[in-house]
């Protein structure tokens, strides 16, 4: 995919949401490889600043950053639209330390870079693509990167309450972004308003920006935008803050109760491990590198030892501990052990600890990508999962349950497509089903 800017500028005027100064902002243009850099045309010298990770300094209810003199507050929501249209290359000058709150949501930016017409260009665009999982945990909260093709986004919000405990699954493209969480507003507990103020915090707040919750009702000038508008604003920060990497990212993160503090936490384990990378000499990956190894005939079941030797996973995110057995060429039994050493139950949930639907069906993926390596049936080719169908949550899974997944491959078409039928059982109860659509890949053939 190419780099992208604007064909013209483009500017916006509002108020600032915690400083309550009159802001106004400017994207223009710029050539490839020239990056995100915000310009502050207020400041003797407008020094520019270069949105990463190493620059945070305060994450108060907002992503701040700051080079010098130069500060920034809030730069999540301008972030998350660059990185959500999908624009490389823009200058961004501002006269104030933060940008317009707008209406609190990425909408008012999203329609900014519209108006100022996305443009390819000649040079290619540099993914960070993760090869190993992340897993960092703060208090309740807690944020799993997993390696992943794509930008897919699983979120749980929840208060301390329980009242408005809200769950949303994405794949973050244009449009899904455009459409499903531009518009999503930024939220505040009314008990914390007053906290808020004396920090300083919060000066230029209103209604018009923002929705308040207290108790069990929602206060602002419109109905929500979303049933679920919420996690959805949680997913639009998450994908500003992880831009402080410095380029775009693939990786399926699955958060729990995200914020600020901890989305900074991910995307510094993350600019950490892109240092290291740009350190080591590149070598070309041979196909020994990347082809899984595949299952003899002849094995009637396999121990973690054997399936560790056939899949990437690795800790925190390897869903299946054993293969009990194989039934004919095309139908595998397997078993999850569910335990209280799970780390996703710090935050899913403290009080009564729950398997997340999401990695249930992780665990019926792996399953069937095990299948598919039995014998010669894929010729080679590494299965990538590619989506669910028919997906049903039926029970909950605790800790000390055993999840035994029974995976059938009931497709494989042109030796490029695949679909599988699997279910999760506890206690011979189904608790999840889905129908799972793999591509065969050809290995070595990509990053």
Known sequence: ?????????????????????????????????????????????????????????????????????????????????????????????????????????????????LQGEPVEQDKDREYFTLDAPISVTRGNSSIIALPADELKISCTSADDRGIHTQHLSLVIDHDAYMTQIAAARTFTIYEEIEELLKLGKIKGGSLDC??????????????????????????????????????????????????????????????????????????????????????????????????LSMVPHRYPFLMVDRVIEFIGDNELVAIKNVTINEPYFQGHYPEAPVMPGVLQLEAMAQASGILLLRGTSVDGRTPFFMSAD????????????????????????????????????VGGNVVSSAELMFTLADAGGGE
């Open 210 to 307: 923002a929705v308040v919750i207290k108790g069990d009702k929602i206060i602002s000038k419109e109905p929500l935008r979303f049933k679920d508008e919420f996690v959805r604003h949680k997913i639009l920060d998450i994908i500003g803050d992880v831009l402080l990497l410095g380029m775009p990212l693939k990786a399926h993160i699955v958060a729990t109760r995200p914020g600020h503090a901890i989305n900074a936490e991910l995307t510094r384990a993350l600019y950490e491990k892109l240092l290291e990378r740009k350190k080591k000499p590149a070598r070309k990956k041979a196909v020994s590198d990347s082809a899984p190894t595949q299952l003899r005939p002849d094995e009637a079941s396999l121990d973690i030892m054997r399936i």
């Open 390 to 425: 028919k997906l049903k949550f039926r029970r909950p899974v605790r800790p000390g349950d055993q999840l035994v997944i029974n995976a059938k491959l009931t497709k494989v078409r042109a030796n490029k497509i695949a679909i599988a039928e699997a279910t999760c059982t």
């Open 1 to 113: 995919m190419k780099q992208r800017t604007l064909a013209r500028e483009v500017s916006v005027q509002g108020s600032a949401l915690h400083t309550g100064e009159t802001v106004t902002m400017t994207m223009k243009p710029a050539p490839a490889d020239h990056g995100i850099v915000f310009k502050r045309v207020d400041l003797p010298g407008s020094p520019e600043l270069r949105p990463r990770v190493d620059q945070v300094t305060d994450l108060v209810r907002a992503t701040t950053i700051q080079v010098g003199h130069a500060k920034l507050h809030t730069v999540e929501h301008v972030l998350s639209a660059l990185h959500g249209c999908g624009i490389d290359n823009v200058l961004i000058e501002i006269n104030a330390s933060e940008p317009p709150i707008m209406d609190g949501s990425a909408r008012p930016f999203v329609n900014m870079i």
